[in-house]
């Protein structure tokens, strides 16, 4: 690293109008960043959501569930990105195709667990009263799972931020850049930048999540609140 | 089941030679079981557990389908037609009641109703009908169940079953998981409830004493569903067929032996009651001859309550006193086990039996021991 | 056979296990100090109620701040080093046993606190002879989970000059060399098995007491 005083770098970087301007810009890396994680997570919920749905209803995919969560968990991400991006090629494309890959299985396991974990009484009624199988997976297992669907969808979140960081290390676009040129460049203003911007957005999106997730589910909480 | 007033007396639900067997390594849990369960009456299923009641049940509304035999429900076989169209023609309540915690009590009940398509006015109708019957105040509709004590709950339940007027209701141990008094409370609604809808009713238990109470029969079934003894109460009572059935009737308790008499059996006392168009002196003359210091007062036969002889007043007339109202009061399907404790709850030496207020007579400690005591002279005579 | 290189690793195997042991000794250096951090925190999060809130919120941000970021923050004050890698992998493990440690206290049944209480225990001494033990088996859970974690996370250190068998899969990208990106992924895997079968024996030899509602 140099050896001017950090703030001095700092300045120097904030300094820069390439930092607020063009194609290295931080708006434009910030919006690459969320543009990224979005379009992953939405595609990721699209395609796992409604199988791990339609298997857990038919009691299906328990142990896929079980092993997914315990191979999930052991799988580096940082390798599966590697992977990925050695076998499609660098770019945007591949690093989304690995950040899909990263963030389904916490929707699916959370999908299924959620939906095996409604009340066999209440399902025992639902079946009894005459309920079709499609209604009861629409109107009681899936109303009934949806917080911890939404749990499942906000833990994909924050691991789709922290892993859309890392594609730049596979010449991905995203406020990762920020850190991996002040790496490369040993530019302490830029390295620091980064790393406030990553965190920021992560802590704001999680933030935001939970607060939506509470707003997501009223019924559920009043009925949790039994007074 | 197009057929829904079903004459009373002509067979409602009929099962023959049914079995079913979960696991083809396993035992089967029901075996050949024929039964016949008459338009509007009560048949309980009782029987420890393992002895496949609650599989009868389910296979009546195809929760569980059967390995062989034949179900019919009004005449047609079940198996015909969709299950969750049968289903919806058939009230459903379970021990757990399995209200959706997500919906609030007015959904919960109109649930069926929804199912069928009613008018949104229909289903709002019905739907407050439905908690005056089950005895649930209006402002609850509107809560969710998690806000209701178990009680409430299995009176929506109920409610839920009863929503779109099936025939048929099938009850699996409703009221298993409520506190004794709780329980007491809502199998004397469910007597109450069936003298207005004559529903017919399958209800499952593994309560000998629930049964005896609720039961107009009382299908008794052992490990692996094999139908001991089928009868009235009264029957079962009087002539346990086999050593299961007397063992499971709990012949040695004596407790056991009071849950299984009820108050109607008992050859009941009128007491010093009077109606209050009477005169206070023929009060007097009654209390003298049953040897109290008080008296009942009847108003055309409805239980108006008790007065001290001391209090009773030198005018012609008995009206204007302000009568009190009986500690232990009874109904006639009560059992003695349950006059008992109500005795004993009101430190009284006897209850008043009464039916929808009317006045029926009284029941003493004495009287309740002479019928325990004739009941074991009649069993070591057969 | 293109796609994996025998000889490779034939040549190479003093450096995989040196990096091996480099991972095992990252994560179990973050691990441990992790678990005394964590617990401590949790005992204060039991005794004094309004405290669990704060903790809980800091923790979660310190798991939720990307490992990637939290790294260059560092980097700046503590440098290129393994005190860099640390203060990043511990800060992960904080918020899972925190919060295990805690549900399994509170899980404990009210029936055993009460005993405690009526055989004249302390609360300190009920908390180290009667609580902790018998939330062991929810605070092992969160360990193995904080490990399993850990371990790939490790990999990501590479990018300090260290990583363990990260160190593979960072070369490997460079030079799109799949051989080392296999060795470096799954050797990875291997380990966080093998690390989390191991953490499981030591809470059978911990909790002899569950052993036979388990069987």
């Given at each position: 690293?140099?050896?001017?005083?950090?703030?001095?770098?700092?300045?120097?970087?904030?300094?820069?109008?390439?930092?607020?301007?063009?194609?290295?810009?931080?708006?434009?890396?910030?919006?690459?960043?969320?543009?990224?994680?979005?379009?992953?997570?939405?595609?990721?919920?699209?395609?796992?959501?409604?199988?791990?749905?339609?298997?857990?209803?038919?009691?299906?995919?328990?142990?896929?569930?079980?092993?997914?969560?315990?191979?999930?968990?052991?799988?580096?991400?940082?390798?599966?990105?590697?992977?990925?991006?050695?076998?499609?090629?660098?770019?945007?494309?591949?690093?989304?195709?690995?950040?899909?890959?990263?963030?389904?299985?916490?929707?699916?396991?959370?999908?299924?667990?959620?939906?095996?974990?409604?009340?066999?009484a209440v399902?025992?009624s639902a079946?009894g009263m005459g309920?079709?199988?499609?209604?009861?997976?629409?109107?009681?297992?899936?109303?009934?799972?949806?917080?911890?669907?939404?749990?499942?969808?906000?833990?994909?979140?924050?691991?789709?931020?922290?892993?859309?960081?890392?594609?730049?290390?596979?010449?991905?676009?995203?406020?990762?850049?920020?850190?991996?040129?002040?790496?490369?460049?040993?530019?302490?203003?830029?390295?620091?930048?980064?790393?406030?911007?990553?965190?920021?957005?992560?802590?704001?999106?999680?933030?935001?999540?939970?607060?939506?997730?509470?707003?997501?589910?009223?019924s559920?909480?009043s009925a949790?609140?039994s007074r | 089941?197009?057929?829904?007033?079903?004459?009373?007396?002509?067979?409602?639900?009929?099962?023959?030679?049914?079995?079913?067997?979960?696991?083809?390594?396993?035992?089967?849990?029901?075996?050949?079981?024929?039964?016949?369960?008459?338009?509007?009456?009560?048949?309980?299923?009782?029987?420890?557990?393992?002895?496949?009641?609650?599989?009868?049940?389910?296979?009546?509304?195809?929760?569980?389908?059967?390995?062989?035999?034949?179900?019919?429900?009004?005449?047609?076989?079940?198996?015909?037609?969709?299950?969750?169209?049968?289903?919806r023609?058939i009230g459903y309540v379970i021990q757990q009641v399995g209200l959706f915690p997500h919906w609030t009590v007015r959904r919960n009940i109109a649930t069926v109703p929804e199912l069928l398509g009613w008018s949104p006015q229909r289903i709002s109708d019905r739907t407050g009908e439905l908690a005056r019957l089950v005895g649930l105040d209006e402002s609850m509709l509107d809560r969710y169940p998690g806000a209701l004590s178990g009680g409430q709950q299995q009176r929506v339940g109920v409610a839920r079953a009863l929503a779109a007027d099936p025939p048929?209701l099938l009850m699996?141990?409703p009221f298993?998981a409520v506190?004794?008094?709780v329980r007491h409370r809502l199998q004397d609604e469910l007597v109450d409830l069936q003298k207005r809808l004559r529903k017919?009713i399958?209800?499952?238990?593994?309560?000998?004493?629930?049964?005896?109470?609720?039961?107009?029969?009382?299908?008794?079934?052992?490990?692996?569903?094999?139908?001991?003894?089928?009868?009235?109460?009264?029957?079962?009572?009087?002539?346990?067929?086999?050593?299961?059935?007397?063992?499971?009737?709990?012949?040695?308790?004596?407790?056991?032996?009071?849950?299984?008499?009820?108050?109607?059996?008992?050859?009941?006392?009128?007491?010093?009651?009077?109606?209050?168009?009477?005169?206070?002196?023929?009060?007097?003359?009654?209390?003298?001859?049953?040897?109290?210091?008080?008296?009942?007062?009847?108003?055309?036969?409805?239980?108006?309550?008790?007065?001290?002889?001391?209090?009773?007043?030198?005018?012609?007339?008995?009206?204007?006193?302000?009568?009190?109202?009986?500690?232990?009061?009874?109904?006639?399907?009560?059992?003695?086990?349950?006059?008992?404790?109500?005795?004993?709850?009101?430190?009284?030496?006897?209850?008043?039996?009464?039916?929808d207020?009317?006045?029926?007579?009284?029941?003493?400690?004495?009287?309740?021991?002479?019928?325990?005591?004739?009941?074991?002279?009649?069993?070591?005579?057969? | 056979?293109?796609?994996?290189?025998?000889?490779?690793?034939?040549?190479?195997?003093?450096?995989?296990?040196?990096?091996?042991?480099?991972?095992?000794?990252?994560?179990?250096?973050?691990?441990?100090?992790?678990?005394?951090?964590?617990?401590?925190?949790?005992?204060?999060?039991?005794?004094?109620?309004?405290?669990?809130?704060?903790?809980?919120?800091?923790?979660?941000?310190?798991?939720?701040?990307?490992?990637?970021?939290?790294?260059?923050?560092?980097?700046?004050?503590?440098?290129?080093?393994?005190?860099?890698?640390?203060?990043?992998?511990?800060?992960?493990?904080?918020?899972?046993?925190?919060?295990?440690?805690?549900?399994?206290?509170?899980?404990?049944?009210?029936?055993?606190?009460?005993?405690?209480?009526?055989?004249?225990?302390?609360?300190?001494?009920?908390?180290?002879?009667?609580?902790?033990?018998?939330?062991?088996?929810?605070?092992?859970?969160?360990?193995?989970?904080?490990?399993?974690?850990?371990?790939?996370?490790?990999?990501?250190?590479?990018?300090?000059?260290?990583?363990?068998?990260?160190?593979?899969?960072?070369?490997?990208?460079?030079?799109?060399?799949?051989?080392?990106?296999?060795?470096?992924?799954?050797?990875?895997?291997?380990?966080?098995?093998?690390?989390?079968?191991?953490?499981?024996?030591?809470?059978?030899?911990?909790?002899?007491?569950?052993?036979?509602?388990?069987?």
């Amino acid at each position: 690293m140099t050896d001017r005083p950090l703030v001095e770098e700092l300045r120097l970087f904030l300094g820069d109008p390439q930092t607020w301007w063009g194609p290295a810009s931080i708006p434009l890396r910030l919006g690459e960043h969320l543009l990224l994680s979005a379009v992953a997570v939405l595609a990721a919920a699209a395609l796992v959501i409604p199988p791990a749905l339609w298997a857990a209803h038919r009691r299906r995919g328990v142990v896929a569930a079980a092993a997914v969560v315990n191979i999930g968990r052991a799988v580096p991400t940082f390798g599966i990105l590697v992977v990925v991006v050695v076998w499609l090629g660098l770019g945007p494309w591949p690093a989304l195709v690995a950040l899909v890959a990263l963030s389904g299985p916490p929707m699916f396991t959370n999908t299924v667990a959620a939906v095996l974990a409604v009340d066999p009484a209440v399902l025992e009624s639902a079946w009894g009263m005459g309920m079709t199988g499609r209604a009861v997976l629409m109107k009681v297992e899936l109303p009934l799972a949806l917080p911890v669907i939404a749990e499942g969808i906000r833990i994909a979140i924050s691991q789709v931020i922290a892993t859309a960081t890392l594609a730049a290390l596979a010449a991905g676009g995203g406020l990762g850049r920020f850190i991996v040129d002040g790496f490369a460049k040993r530019d302490q203003g830029e390295l620091l930048m980064g790393a406030v911007l990553v965190a920021a957005v992560a802590v704001v999106a999680e933030m935001l999540f939970t607060r939506g997730q509470r707003r997501l589910v009223p019924s559920q909480a009043s009925a949790e609140g039994s007074r | 089941m197009s057929d829904q007033a079903g004459a009373a007396g002509q067979p409602m639900i009929s099962l023959q030679d049914v079995s079913k067997t979960y696991d083809a390594a396993s035992a089967p849990a029901v075996e050949s079981l024929t039964l016949e369960i008459l338009s509007g009456e009560i048949v309980v299923l009782v029987g420890p557990s393992g002895c496949g009641k609650t599989t009868v049940l389910k296979m009546i509304n195809r929760l569980v389908e059967p390995t062989s035999g034949d179900i019919e429900v009004a005449g047609t076989p079940v198996g015909e037609g969709e299950p969750h169209l049968l289903r919806r023609s058939i009230g459903y309540v379970i021990q757990q009641v399995g209200l959706f915690p997500h919906w609030t009590v007015r959904r919960n009940i109109a649930t069926v109703p929804e199912l069928l398509g009613w008018s949104p006015q229909r289903i709002s109708d019905r739907t407050g009908e439905l908690a005056r019957l089950v005895g649930l105040d209006e402002s609850m509709l509107d809560r969710y169940p998690g806000a209701l004590s178990g009680g409430q709950q299995q009176r929506v339940g109920v409610a839920r079953a009863l929503a779109a007027d099936p025939p048929v209701l099938l009850m699996d141990e409703p009221f298993g998981a409520v506190d004794p008094i709780v329980r007491h409370r809502l199998q004397d609604e469910l007597v109450d409830l069936q003298k207005r809808l004559r529903k017919t009713i399958v209800f499952v238990t593994h309560d000998i004493e629930e049964a005896i109470k609720l039961g107009d029969r009382i299908v008794i079934l052992n490990v692996g569903g094999v139908l001991e003894q089928q009868g009235s109460p009264a029957e079962i009572l009087s002539r346990p067929a086999n050593r299961f059935v007397e063992d499971f009737i709990g012949a040695e308790r004596n407790l056991q032996r009071l849950a299984l008499r009820r108050v109607a059996e008992l050859r009941l006392k009128w007491g010093p009651m009077v109606e209050v168009s009477t005169t206070p002196e023929a009060a007097r003359e009654a209390a003298a001859r049953e040897g109290t210091e008080w008296v009942g007062l009847l108003s055309d036969g409805v239980m108006a309550g008790w007065v001290p002889v001391s209090e009773l007043p030198e005018s012609p007339s008995l009206e204007g006193l302000e009568p009190r109202p009986f500690g232990a009061v009874v109904s006639r399907r009560a059992s003695l086990r349950q006059t008992v404790d109500a005795m004993v709850g009101s430190s009284q030496e006897m209850a008043v039996v009464a039916e929808d207020g009317y006045y029926c007579g009284l029941v003493d400690f004495r009287m309740v021991s002479e019928a325990l005591g004739s009941q074991r002279g009649s069993r070591a005579g057969g | 056979m293109n796609i994996f290189n025998w000889e490779w690793v034939g040549r190479n195997w003093i450096a995989i296990v040196e990096r091996t042991w480099e991972h095992v000794f990252l994560t179990a250096v973050a691990v441990v100090v992790g678990t005394v951090i964590a617990i401590g925190l949790a005992v204060v999060a039991v005794r004094r109620r309004r405290w669990y809130g704060p903790i809980t919120s800091v923790t979660n941000i310190l798991y939720t701040v990307p490992s990637l970021a939290l790294f260059a923050f560092l980097v700046p004050f503590t440098g290129l080093s393994t005190l860099t890698s640390e203060i990043g992998l511990v800060s992960y493990t904080l918020l899972i046993i925190v919060r295990n440690t805690v549900a399994g206290v509170d899980g404990v049944s009210r029936g055993v606190r009460e005993a405690a209480d009526g055989m004249g225990f302390t609360a300190r001494r009920r908390f180290w002879k009667a609580e902790f033990p018998l939330a062991l088996p929810v605070i092992m859970a969160g360990i193995r989970i904080a490990s399993v974690t850990t371990v790939g996370l490790v990999t990501i250190t590479a990018i300090l000059g260290q990583g363990g068998l990260g160190y593979f899969i960072l070369a490997g990208l460079r030079s799109f060399f799949w051989t080392q990106i296999i060795i470096g992924t799954v050797g990875s895997v291997l380990l966080a098995v093998v690390i989390d079968v191991g953490l499981l024996w030591v809470e059978r030899l911990l909790t002899p007491w569950t052993r036979r509602a388990a069987a």
